[in-house]
């Protein structure tokens, strides 16, 4: 890493000439007008700019590159510097110093515009702190409407420029046609010959010198620490993320656009994968609300760069299981088109193993991240997990990441220690236990705070209860199942409405909300389910055309004791239903409850 400082001049040379450059991942330049005419006001006083970042390329970028905005004449050279940081410095420095061109940027709310730059001389020769105000933008047509009884402005010439005492900023660094506009602008007053010459001492010459001051990483500087750099420096933007790096690593390697005749484009990739994911299975995300909605691109590169290294180990003992950011970063693009198609075949496979979970909303997914080791595992070991016994196991853990809440902090330890204990215990190791299993627990008291869907475990109660055979309300034809979720619009019901609660029972509001006093219910049997339980199980009943202990069975379906409800005894209800939840858990974890006492059941 060196830092160098050069005039300011020479820098926006490089811009024009391609010799300094962005990488693809840079996003677009956005700074509004009245920054613009903030940073040129600190260039003209000579006031530090700030350190901008580049990655010196040796001849050879290790991305997709791209031009500063206005300099796209330059397209197609190999740049030697990749800017990292001071790309919005730059480029409005670029536009309105250096290009014969009106700047395009956008106004306080936003509204796109296109302005020239001129300094007013009089006022840029007073004090320092009015030099803000002695930047003018001016509008595209250099008609600029004053408010003042001058009126209209008129800079459509080098002779109203001179009139108005305006110097236009965009040739500052052009000495030919700097000294033509000052023949001119002393023709119009001799005594512009004293203002100019404090013009040019406290103005131009300034401007003319300006340093900007740049670190240069060497082109060896690794993509991870590309990466962190980035993300460092651009604390008050968007941050960067892998996809985005990877993106621009894959669309600038040359092996791939001289055999194929165009560079990789990853989004494009990722868009055509996740859309065929989603149109299978809703529970991956909703594409109309943008490629990231659900499943995203970190996940599924997640996945890639399991296989990858759990192959790699195979081959090197030394070598690790691992997905973390590098692991990403440094994924070659002939292994990522190797294993792609592979890895969103496995997650085909998740879709259909959440069906079985009766899971098939995002919004009902207690984890995605738990779907990254498993469509892993799925990859590594193919038709090996269709077997009963492999089922067995994998639901096992899947309901012990659930419930025991083992995904909901850093995870990708875990995702490593699973695949590798799954992949192992599958091929046939008894003595491996995967530590999501052994690690699970479910406190009995837990169920007294699942109140809402931010838990991973209340979701998956909800999912339990479909898939025991809970029965609809109102449609009572049959239990529910995946199929049956959306088209009757089914979620999480109160069993005993809260107002009932409130006037009957407000020692027991708190538990109102728990999962115990909810089920899965449709939205049209809901729409009956108000006063007392007693009443409205009445009107359920007569609706399903059922007789009375009959309907009684339906409820039963969702671990209901029906005399309790029927009798509005919300304390043995929840007993009850308390104890029945605590077996479903124990049932789909394959293991003893921890209770209040902490003696194992």
Same mark, same amino acid.
């Given at each position: 890493?060196?830092?160098?400082?050069?005039?300011?001049?020479?820098?926006?040379?490089?811009?024009?000439?391609?010799?300094?450059?962005?990488?693809?991942?840079? %996003?677009?330049?956005?700074?509004?007008?009245?920054?613009? !005419?903030?940073?040129?006001?600190?260039?003209?006083?000579?006031?530090p700019?700030?350190?901008?970042?580049?990655?010196?390329?040796?001849?050879?970028?290790p991305?997709?590159?791209?031009?500063?905005?206005?300099?796209?004449?330059? &397209?197609?050279?190999?740049?030697? @510097?990749?800017?990292?940081?001071?790309?919005?410095?730059?480029?409005s420095?670029?536009?309105?110093?250096?290009?014969?061109?009106?700047?395009e940027?956008?106004?306080?709310?936003?509204?796109?515009?296109r !302005?020239?730059?001129?300094?007013?001389?009089?006022? $840029?020769?007073?004090?320092?702190?009015?030099?803000?105000?002695?930047?003018?933008?001016?509008?595209?047509?250099?008609?600029?409407?004053?408010?003042?009884?001058?009126?209209?402005?008129?800079?459509?010439?080098?002779?109203?420029?001179?009139?108005?005492?305006?110097?236009?900023?965009?040739?500052?660094?052009?000495?030919?046609?700097v000294?033509?506009?000052h023949?001119?602008?002393?023709?119009?007053?001799? =005594?512009?010959?004293?203002?100019?010459?404090?013009?040019?001492?406290?103005?131009? *010459?300034?401007?003319?010198?300006?340093?900007?001051?740049?670190?240069?990483?060497?082109?060896?500087?690794?993509?991870?620490?590309?990466?962190?750099?980035?993300?460092?420096?651009?604390?008050?933007?968007?941050?960067?993320?892998?996809?985005?790096?990877?993106?621009a690593?894959? $669309?600038?390697?040359?092996?791939?656009?001289? !055999?194929?005749?165009?560079?990789?484009?990853?989004?494009?990739?990722?868009?055509?994968?996740?859309?065929?994911?989603?149109?299978?299975?809703?529970?991956f995300?909703?594409? &109309?609300?943008?490629?990231? +909605?659900?499943?995203?691109?970190? +996940?599924?590169?997640?996945a890639?760069?399991?296989?990858?290294?759990?192959?790699?180990?195979?081959?090197e003992?030394?070598?690790?299981?691992?997905?973390?950011?590098?692991?990403?970063?440094?994924?070659?693009?002939?292994d990522?088109?190797?294993?792609?198609?592979?890895?969103?075949?496995?997650?085909?496979?998740?879709?259909?193993?959440?069906?079985?979970?009766?899971?098939?909303? $995002?919004? +009902?997914?207690?984890?995605?991240?738990?779907?990254?080791?498993?469509? $892993?595992?799925?990859?590594?070991?193919?038709?090996?997990?269709?077997?009963?016994?492999?089922? &067995?196991?994998?639901?096992?853990?899947f309901?012990?990441?659930?419930?025991?809440?083992?995904?909901?902090?850093?995870?990708?330890? !875990?995702?490593? %220690?699973?695949?590798?204990? @799954?992949?192992?215990r599958?091929r046939?190791?008894?003595?491996?236990?995967?530590?999501?299993?052994?690690?699970?627990?479910? @406190?009995?008291? %837990?169920?007294?705070?699942?109140?809402?869907?931010?838990?991973?475990?209340?979701?998956?109660?909800?999912?339990?209860?479909?898939?025991?055979?809970?029965?609809?309300?109102?449609?009572? &034809?049959?239990?529910?199942?995946?199929?049956?979720?959306?088209?009757?619009?089914?979620e999480?019901?109160?069993?005993?409405?809260?107002?009932?609660?409130?006037?009957n029972?407000?020692?027991?509001?708190?538990r109102?909300?728990?999962?115990?006093?909810?089920?899965?219910?449709?939205?049209?049997?809901?729409?009956?389910?108000?006063?007392?339980?007693?009443?409205?199980?009445?009107?359920?009943?007569?609706?399903?055309?059922?007789?009375?202990?009959?309907?009684d +069975?339906?409820?039963?379906?969702?671990?209901?004791?029906?005399?309790?409800?029927? *009798?509005?005894?919300?304390?043995?209800?929840?007993?009850?239903?308390?104890?029945?939840?605590?077996?479903?858990?124990?049932?789909?974890?394959?293991?003893? =409850?921890?209770?209040?006492?902490?003696?194992?059941?």
């Open positions: 890493m060196a830092l160098d400082s050069l005039k300011l001049s020479d820098a926006l040379a490089d811009v024009a000439s391609g010799v300094l450059q962005l990488p693809d991942f840079q %996003r677009e330049w956005k700074w509004d007008d009245e920054r613009i !005419r903030a940073l040129i006001a600190t260039v003209t006083l000579d006031y700019l700030g350190v901008v970042m580049a990655l010196q390329t040796n001849g050879t970028s991305f997709r590159t791209r031009t500063l905005k206005g300099a796209e004449d330059a &397209e197609g050279r190999v740049p030697d @510097l990749l800017l990292l940081d001071g790309q919005q410095r730059m480029t420095l670029f536009q309105a110093l250096h290009r014969d061109r009106p700047v940027t956008v106004d306080a709310r936003g509204k796109p515009m !302005r020239w730059y001129y300094v007013d001389i009089a006022k $840029a020769i007073g004090t320092p702190a009015d030099r803000d105000d002695a930047i003018v933008s001016v509008p595209e047509d250099r008609i600029l409407k004053t408010g003042n009884r001058k009126g209209v402005v008129d800079l459509t010439t080098p002779e109203g420029e001179c009139a108005a005492g305006y110097f236009p900023l965009h040739f500052v660094f052009d000495t030919q046609r000294n033509a506009w023949q001119e602008f002393v023709k119009v007053d001799v =005594t512009n010959w004293e203002l100019w010459g404090h013009f040019q001492q406290h103005v131009l *010459s300034r401007m003319q010198a300006f340093q900007v001051p740049m670190i240069k990483l060497a082109a060896s500087t690794t993509m991870d620490a590309v990466c962190a750099v980035f993300e460092r420096v651009n604390t008050g933007g968007v941050p960067l993320n892998v996809f985005e790096l990877l993106t690593t894959y $669309a600038g390697n040359q092996e791939h656009v001289a !055999r194929y005749g165009d560079y990789y484009k990853l989004p494009d990739a990722w868009l055509d994968i996740k859309k065929g994911l989603t149109t299978s299975y809703p529970v995300g909703r594409l &109309e609300a943008g490629v990231e +909605d659900g499943l995203s691109s970190s +996940d599924f590169l997640q890639v760069a399991l296989v990858r290294t759990w192959r790699r180990k195979r081959e003992s030394r070598a690790a299981v691992s997905c973390k950011r590098r692991d990403l970063l440094e994924l070659p693009l002939a990522f088109r190797l294993l792609a198609p592979r890895v969103a075949e496995a997650f085909e496979w998740v879709g259909t193993f959440l069906e079985r979970q009766c899971i098939v909303r $995002a919004a +009902d997914l207690p984890y995605r991240t738990q779907l990254v080791p498993l469509a $892993a595992v799925r990859t590594i070991l193919g038709e090996e997990t269709d077997t009963e016994a492999a089922d &067995e196991l994998l639901t096992q853990w309901w012990c990441g659930v419930l025991g809440e083992m995904y909901g902090g850093s995870t990708e330890s !875990r995702f490593t %220690r699973d695949v590798e204990q @799954l992949v192992e599958l046939g190791n008894a003595e491996v236990v995967p530590d999501t299993i052994t690690e699970a627990a479910f @406190l009995d008291d %837990r169920l007294d705070t699942l109140s809402t869907r931010n838990s991973a475990a209340y979701k998956g109660i909800y999912a339990l209860l479909v898939k025991q055979g809970a029965v609809d309300w109102y449609f009572t &034809e049959a239990p529910l199942n995946a199929a049956r979720l959306a088209e009757y619009s089914v999480v019901r109160q069993i005993f409405p809260k107002a009932w609660i409130d006037k029972h407000r020692a027991y509001g708190s109102a909300n728990s999962i115990v006093n909810k089920t899965p219910l449709s939205l049209r049997a809901s729409k009956s389910m108000t006063g007392s339980p007693a009443g409205y199980l009445k009107t359920l009943s007569l609706e399903s055309g059922m007789r009375p202990e009959w309907f +069975d339906v409820i039963g379906t969702h671990l209901i004791d029906s005399a309790a409800l029927h *009798s509005g005894d919300f304390e043995q209800f929840y007993e009850n239903r308390s104890k029945q939840l605590l077996e479903l858990v124990m049932s789909a974890m394959g293991k003893r =409850t921890v209770f209040r006492d902490t003696k194992a059941g």
